[in-house]
């Protein structure tokens, strides 16, 4: 079964890129972010749509003064990864992906990759990274430590250029799946 992690800043494309290999390749979806999003709709009643949504994700909620990206970051790195555990939601994807893995699917996309050591256990599991590119697109946010790029290691990472149409974004999965956009060190 394969498994594949998706990085890039928010707007790239990731969700749509794990939406055509749902469609196309049979791919199950997972998030490294799913308890979060839970724990936020738990505690102080947001919806999916305000937690998912690419614009009311944005919206800053009266109330509370932040907005639903904010308070994900906050919850999540802030207080998970920096005061409980640096790789608490690594823990707890392995404990979903073991649960994903019992149904027949061709594979498991990761959303949302954001930090080098959620990338690296996604390879030790015998995955791989592909980052994903949307030069002058995307929703423009301030910098979080969770948008920050992540290395590209060669001969492993592949790379998706987001920058023309849903048509050749899919032929770029394809190739992707095909091992065809794999980055390697330049020629000496």
Do not use: Y
Request: hydrophobic letters at 45%; charged letters at 25%.
């Amino acid at each position: 079964m394969r498994l594949i992690g998706l990085h890039g800043r928010a707007g790239a494309g990731k969700d749509t890129i794990a939406t055509v290999l749902g469609q196309l390749h049979a791919f199950s979806r997972l998030a490294i972010a799913g308890p979060i999003k839970d724990g936020l709709i738990a505690m102080l009643g947001l919806s999916r749509f305000e937690l998912e949504d690419p614009f009311a994700k944005e919206k800053v909620i009266p109330w509370l003064g932040k907005s639903p990206r904010q308070l994900m970051q906050s919850l999540g790195t802030e207080w998970a990864r920096e005061r409980v555990h640096t790789d608490i939601w690594l823990r707890r994807l392995e404990q979903r992906l073991a649960h994903h893995r019992k149904f027949a699917h061709d594979g498991t996309v990761v959303t949302d990759v954001r930090f080098e050591n959620e990338a690296d256990w996604i390879r030790r599991q015998g995955g791989e990274i592909w980052h994903v590119l949307r030069p002058n697109g995307g929703n423009v946010v301030p910098l979080h430590a969770s948008e920050h790029a992540l290395p590209i290691v060669l001969g492993t990472d592949s790379v998706i250029d987001n920058a023309a149409g849903l048509d050749q974004l899919r032929d770029q999965v394809r190739r992707a799946l095909e091992g065809e956009c794999i980055v390697h060190a330049p020629a000496a």
